[in-house]
């Protein structure tokens, strides 16, 4: 269809009110103008409402009309507009442009147009309607589609998330279960080996005294024989907590390293300052126990030598079990 194919403005199918059925607008400056299902006459200037009626009386009457000059007001501003048509059946089209030099072409290309090509026409807007129709329900499935994927990662990475929380807690676990003693939560003669050479080179490195204590509950087996098990458990575990709160944070280290053994890493520390904190913690177990009593004893570490862990413990075991023998 020539007028189709040529136009490179505006054609439109109406009925003889003037309502807009199709329409097809190559170019946005005249299609801003019209709507489907409104009438092109609501947006005729007032002062050109004679000039489009007689252009549709003229369209009606004659079943052509052409060249007619219409004024257009949109936002205050007025716009001249071209008018050529073909009337059939009580429906129009009407072709429309801004360009005056398209008369002579619109109104040659007008008088080829029969009823069958009108009707390719339509039938031409309705396959572009609903192929626009099909793009545009394929792109919503599209973006449906992955909306749903989008939200199944947002769900695998909450999981995840979630499981990588579970794991780093089980790890934490596993972790404070190998190097702390599941009784008194203290740490274990697993983690005193570690723990003992890296504050002998943080002593080294810093330039201060490092001290060792070995602690053995004296009578420790009448207690259990006595009171029973869970009185001795219960006595080890306050004795910890006991512990605990004499000695530094983050700076000293306690220890059990065996049933009713145990040993502190003292850090900037020396062993008449080891000896005077063993002491107090001598007195207040005191008022845990009338039947046990600590036997202990403190040595200082060498920090410019090198040590054997095992050598430093039995050196001050034997200052314990002198101790221990005294306190008989």
Same mark, same amino acid.
């Given at each position: *269809?020539?007028?189709?194919?040529?136009?490179?403005e505006?054609? *439109?199918?109406?009925? #003889?009110f003037?309502?807009?059925?199709?329409?097809s607008?190559p170019?946005?400056?005249?299609?801003d103008?019209?709507?489907?299902?409104?009438?092109?006459?609501?947006r005729?200037?007032s002062?050109?409402?004679?000039?489009a009626?007689?252009?549709m009386?003229?369209?009606?009457?004659?079943?052509?009309?052409?060249?007619?000059?219409?004024?257009?007001?949109?936002?205050d501003?007025?716009?001249r507009?071209y008018?050529?048509?073909?009337?059939?059946?009580n429906?129009?089209?009407?072709i429309?442009t801004t #360009?005056a030099?398209?008369?002579?072409?619109?109104?040659e290309?007008? *008088?080829?147009?029969?009823?069958?090509?009108?009707?390719?026409?339509?039938?031409?807007?309705?396959?572009?309607? #609903?192929?626009q129709?099909?793009?545009?329900?394929?792109t919503?499935?599209?973006?449906?589609?992955?909306?749903?994927?989008?939200?199944?990662?947002?769900?695998?990475?909450?999981?995840?998330?979630?499981?990588n929380?579970?794991?780093?807690?089980?790890?934490?676990?596993?972790e404070r279960?190998?190097?702390?003693?599941?009784?008194?939560?203290?740490?274990? #003669?697993?983690?005193?080996?570690?723990?003992?050479?890296?504050e002998?080179?943080?002593?080294e490195?810093?330039?201060?005294?490092?001290?060792?204590a070995?602690i053995?509950?004296?009578?420790?087996?009448k207690?259990?024989?006595?009171?029973?098990?869970?009185?001795?458990d219960?006595l080890?575990?306050?004795?910890?907590?006991?512990?605990?709160? *004499?000695?530094r944070?983050?700076?000293?280290?306690?220890f059990?390293?065996?049933?009713?053994?145990?040993?502190i890493?003292f850090?900037?520390?020396?062993?008449?300052?080891g000896?005077a904190?063993?002491?107090?913690?001598?007195m207040?177990?005191?008022?845990?126990s009338?039947?046990?009593?600590?036997?202990?004893?403190?040595?200082?570490?060498?920090?410019?030598?090198?040590?054997?862990?095992?050598?430093?413990?039995m050196?001050?075991?034997?200052?314990?079990?002198v101790?221990?023998?005294?306190?008989?």
């Amino acid at each position: *269809m020539n007028v189709v194919e040529d136009i490179h403005e505006i054609v *439109m199918v109406c009925d #003889r009110f003037g309502i807009i059925e199709e329409i097809s607008f190559p170019l946005v400056n005249v299609s801003d103008y019209f709507e489907v299902g409104q009438s092109f006459l609501n947006r005729v200037d007032s002062q050109s409402m004679s000039k489009a009626l007689t252009f549709m009386l003229e369209l009606n009457n004659n079943k052509v009309a052409s060249n007619h000059e219409v004024n257009f007001a949109v936002n205050d501003i007025i716009k001249r507009i071209y008018f050529s048509g073909y009337s059939k059946d009580n429906q129009f089209v009407i072709i429309a442009t801004t #360009r005056a030099d398209s008369f002579n072409h619109f109104h040659e290309e007008l *008088m080829k147009i029969n009823s069958e090509q009108v009707n390719q026409f339509r039938l031409m807007l309705k396959s572009k309607l #609903r192929e626009q129709e099909s793009q545009t329900k394929a792109t919503m499935n599209y973006f449906d589609e992955i909306s749903k994927l989008n939200n199944e990662l947002l769900n695998s990475q909450r999981e995840l998330a979630k499981k990588n929380q579970e794991l780093n807690l089980l790890n934490g676990e596993l972790e404070r279960l190998a190097t702390r003693d599941p009784l008194t939560g203290l740490y274990n #003669r697993r983690l005193l080996f570690e723990k003992f050479f890296e504050e002998k080179r943080r002593a080294e490195r810093l330039s201060y005294a490092l001290a060792l204590a070995v602690i053995d509950i004296n009578h420790f087996k009448k207690v259990n024989d006595q009171l029973g098990h869970a009185a001795g458990d219960e006595l080890l575990i306050r004795f910890s907590s006991l512990m605990l709160g *004499m000695i530094r944070e983050s700076l000293d280290f306690a220890f059990r390293i065996g049933g009713d053994e145990f040993l502190i890493l003292f850090a900037n520390c020396n062993a008449v300052q080891g000896e005077a904190i063993l002491e107090r913690l001598n007195m207040e177990f005191a008022k845990l126990s009338d039947i046990a009593s600590l036997a202990y004893g403190v040595i200082e570490i060498d920090k410019d030598c090198d040590v054997d862990l095992d050598r430093c413990i039995m050196t001050a075991d034997s200052l314990m079990f002198v101790n221990k023998q005294g306190s008989r």
